[in-house]
């Protein structure tokens, strides 16, 4: 399968779950388990469309690191058990380290809760040329920090700060910011994967279940699971309120990982296709100078 047949397939996949404004926005109008019509049976062919699609992406992500002109930001989103570090390692699985960097964002640290909301993640922003990945993001303060009224407690922030817009100022801060980045040559992409309860039960039960997977367990995950319908709303306004055409988002169907990977993987394939990236040109002095250091290697006995 060629890089341009990839490119034409992609569009397909990732379009449905692309949101580029909000306005009546609902998670209910994505299905978790939707596969585009692919059946269980299908899961080798999606395999091998994911593979055809990694390779397309190396090969952009080649072209993006040699030309140095755009960076690319990938966050990615979602309730736990949803699949985002599987569907990052699966997708990026062959593009070049060099020109990728992946930073998983925990609980703020001391030095953390000392500065804006926004300052640890402006730390790992993609330099030009390469793409970054954020595991969980700047998005956690109107989503866990909206649930758990406490995480805003601890950001020490003046009385007059915490209003009773302050999810609207938030969300009006993250849009500038956002539109700051894509004005300076950074394609912000979103990917919320949206995986059912009753999925996320199962995964639960697995990682239980399965010694190999005990590691990935914690009883903090059962906690976070009482507040599943909190979430999903603050999900749903966080994504109707920040989607826009030069940052949308994108809400995934997480229920089957196989079809999870693929819609990513389209979605990123798309977004570097529309960036026109090519290998520098080389002018006639670079080529005269490679003739030469050619024909000196050619002399050498």
Known sequence: MKTKQVIKAAHKFCKPYRVTDGKGFRLKNVDPDDTQGLKSDDKSRAKDLLQFGVAALAELQSKLYAQDRWSVLLVFQAMDAAGKDGTIKHVMSGVNPQGCQVTSFKGPSSEELDHDYLWRCKKHLPERGRIGIFNRSYYEETLA??????????????????TKHIWDERFQDIRAFERYLSRNGTIVLKFFLHVSKEEQKKRFIERIELPEKNWKFSSADLKMRGFWDKYQAAYEETIRETATKSSPWYVVPANNKWFTRLVVAAAV?????????????VDDAKLAELAAAKDALLAEK
């Open 145 to 162: 920090v909206r649930v758990h009224p406490e995480f805003l407690a601890a950001q020490k922030l003046p009385e007059r700060c915490v």
């Open 269 to 281: 394939i798309e977004a570097l296709d529309s960036l026109d990236l090519h290998y520098p040109n």
